[in-house]
């Protein structure tokens, strides 16, 4: 496998690359991906759960709740059958340009003597389950208070297979986008891209919730949205900082400009609204962060402090008004901003980080193009292409099986049960009994 930058040499890819050579465990990187990957299931249960069950209206609340939780339990057993063994393959075999081989079925081969870089095999596998099960969980906010449960499940188990886990193989399990140099440290385009378009798709085949832009929609409950965002805050640094798969100064640098670039989107945004609407919102600053988090991803391992800062900025920006274009003017009920905040925050920072990565920006310096490339063009060139492809073949495949799934169970609640809400029609539980 084509060789990355000296960072990137640290994140997923290389890790599997290296791993038939590797024969001692490193506990100091071990006992840091241990607690990485709690961070990144942190981030789903309880981060996003409440984080999505505060924005939906109150007779919907347990319907998300339930919705990550159930992924959370089908997305490890999927990722367990076959998922790993799509995205990664057999550790030391030369693995295709689509997809890896089917040599760990089952996880079979990865035994508790097994090592896969500096950590046991076992570890590797567990930590990339967690981005695996927040992946599809993302999506939930699109389709949030309307998708069939059944539905749901359905969409998210094929959706896994054949979407996340090819384009994982892509960028980080010796695939062609990584072989071509794709600079993406921790799923600007394997998560954030891959989710958030297929939010798109699911939100415009589905159509608008009933009454939506006649009828107001507000959050039933900031007070858990804003305790979700600071477990998401909390949790990415095992997303970001964990990727790179070791102790060490690639770490903590991802650690800190994933902090930076989270502050400048929650301010950026802020800001935003209290020049266009004269107040700041609590609603506004927690999803600016939440911009910034996710733009920075892809380019936690390219960039230093002062880029990201920037960054965080531009996420702030760029994806408040994407929100606004989305739903005002293109009128899609994307629920809860999934694709204007990880969709066009994946696809920003993936392309900045072809930007920054230059040596050659002083202050706004990054630590270096991918082996072979010599300019800032030609970074970038890579980095939409990787845009670009996850792009199209997200949107494509999404359509395929939501297509699939609406024949064989009907994506959507009638208007009577969506009137009713969700907890009740599909699980006869109220959120709140007071």
Same mark, same amino acid.
């Given at each position: 496998?084509?060789?990355?930058?000296?960072?990137?040499?640290?994140?997923?890819?290389?890790?599997?690359?290296?791993?038939?050579?590797?024969?001692?465990?490193?506990?100091?990187?071990?006992?840091?991906?241990?607690?990485?990957?709690?961070?990144?299931?942190?981030?789903?249960?309880?981060?996003?759960?409440?984080?999505?069950?505060?924005?939906?209206?109150?007779?919907?609340?347990?319907?998300?709740?339930?919705?990550?939780?159930?992924?959370?339990?089908?997305?490890?057993?999927?990722?367990?059958?076959?998922?790993?063994?799509?995205?990664?393959?057999?550790?030391?075999? #030369?693995?295709?340009?689509?997809?890896?081989?089917?040599?760990?079925?089952?996880?079979?081969?990865?035994?508790?003597?097994?090592?896969?870089?500096?950590?046991?095999?076992?570890?590797?596998?567990?930590?990339?389950?967690?981005?695996?099960?927040?992946?599809?969980?993302?999506?939930?906010?699109?389709?949030?208070?309307?998708?069939?449960?059944?539905?749901?499940?359905?969409?998210?188990?094929?959706?896994?297979?054949?979407?996340?886990?090819?384009?994982?193989?892509?960028?980080?399990?010796? $695939?062609?986008?990584?072989?071509?140099?794709?600079?993406?440290?921790?799923?600007?385009?394997?998560?954030?891209?891959?989710a958030a378009v297929a939010a798109l798709v699911a939100a415009m085949m589905m159509g608008p919730r009933k009454g939506y832009g006649k009828v107001a929609m507000p959050p039933h409950n900031l007070t858990l949205t804003v305790a979700g965002a600071g477990?998401?805050?909390?949790?990415?640094?095992?997303?970001?900082?964990?990727?790179?798969?070791?102790?060490?100064?690639?770490?903590?640098?991802?650690?800190?400009?994933?902090?930076?670039?989270?502050?400048?989107?929650?301010?950026?945004?802020?800001?935003?609204?209290?020049?266009?609407?004269?107040?700041?919102?609590?609603? $506004?600053?927690?999803?600016?962060?939440?911009?910034?988090?996710?733009?920075?991803?892809?380019?936690?391992?390219?960039?230093?402090?002062?880029?990201?800062?920037?960054?965080?900025?531009?996420?702030?920006?760029?994806?408040?008004?994407?929100?606004?274009?989305?739903?005002?003017?293109?009128?899609?009920?994307?629920s809860l901003d999934v694709f204007p905040v990880h969709g066009v925050g994946g696809i920003l920072g993936t392309l900045l980080a072809g930007v920054f990565a230059s040596q050659q920006l002083g202050i706004f310096s990054g630590n270096g193009f991918s082996?072979?490339?010599?300019?800032?063009?030609?970074?970038?060139?890579?980095?939409?292409?990787?845009?670009?492809?996850?792009?199209?073949?997200?949107?494509?495949?999404?359509?395929?099986?939501?297509?699939?799934?609406?024949?064989?169970?009907?994506?959507?609640?009638? #208007?009577?049960? #969506?009137?009713?809400?969700?907890?009740?029609?599909?699980?006869? #539980?109220?959120?709140?009994?007071?």
């Amino acid at each position: 496998m084509r060789t990355m930058n000296k960072l990137a040499l640290l994140a997923g890819t290389a890790l599997f690359a290296n791993a038939a050579s590797a024969s001692e465990i490193n506990q100091a990187d071990t006992a840091w991906i241990l607690t990485a990957t709690a961070l990144v299931l942190f981030m789903t249960i309880p981060g996003l759960s409440l984080f999505y069950g505060g924005l939906v209206r109150v007779k919907n609340v347990l319907s998300v709740l339930m919705q990550c939780f159930a992924l959370t339990c089908l997305m490890s057993l999927l990722w367990f059958a076959l998922g790993y063994t799509i995205a990664f393959g057999s550790d030391g075999v #030369e693995q295709g340009a689509f997809i890896g081989d089917f040599g760990n079925i089952f996880l079979m081969g990865i035994s508790i003597d097994s090592v896969n870089g500096s950590i046991p095999s076992t570890l590797f596998a567990t930590f990339q389950m967690t981005f695996a099960i927040i992946t599809p969980a993302l999506i939930v906010g699109a389709f949030a208070e309307r998708m069939r449960f059944s539905a749901m499940l359905i969409f998210s188990s094929i959706w896994l297979l054949v979407v996340y886990a090819p384009v994982c193989h892509w960028v980080w399990g010796g $695939g062609w986008l990584g072989n071509m140099g794709l600079q993406d440290f921790a799923g600007g385009t394997v998560v954030h891209i891959t989710a958030a378009v297929a939010a798109l798709v699911a939100a415009m085949m589905m159509g608008p919730r009933k009454g939506y832009g006649k009828v107001a929609m507000p959050p039933h409950n900031l007070t858990l949205t804003v305790a979700g965002a600071g477990m998401l805050w909390v949790g990415w640094f095992g997303f970001n900082a964990g990727s790179a798969v070791a102790a060490d100064n690639s770490a903590a640098m991802a650690m800190l400009v994933t902090h930076l670039s989270a502050s400048a989107g929650a301010l950026a945004w802020m800001a935003m609204e209290w020049i266009r609407h004269g107040k700041p919102s609590v609603l $506004g600053i927690v999803t600016g962060m939440v911009a910034g988090l996710g733009t920075i991803t892809p380019a936690s391992g390219s960039v230093g402090p002062a880029a990201a800062v920037v960054i965080g900025l531009s996420a702030g920006v760029v994806c408040y008004f994407a929100t606004n274009w989305i739903k005002n003017t293109l009128k899609i009920d994307d629920s809860l901003d999934v694709f204007p905040v990880h969709g066009v925050g994946g696809i920003l920072g993936t392309l900045l980080a072809g930007v920054f990565a230059s040596q050659q920006l002083g202050i706004f310096s990054g630590n270096g193009f991918s082996d072979g490339i010599e300019s800032i063009g030609g970074q970038m060139m890579v980095q939409a292409t990787g845009v670009v492809a996850t792009f199209v073949y997200t949107a494509v495949a999404s359509w395929i099986i939501l297509k699939f799934v609406d024949v064989i169970v009907g994506l959507r609640i009638d #208007e009577e049960e #969506e009137t009713q809400g969700l907890d009740l029609v599909l699980h006869d #539980e109220r959120g709140y009994d007071l």
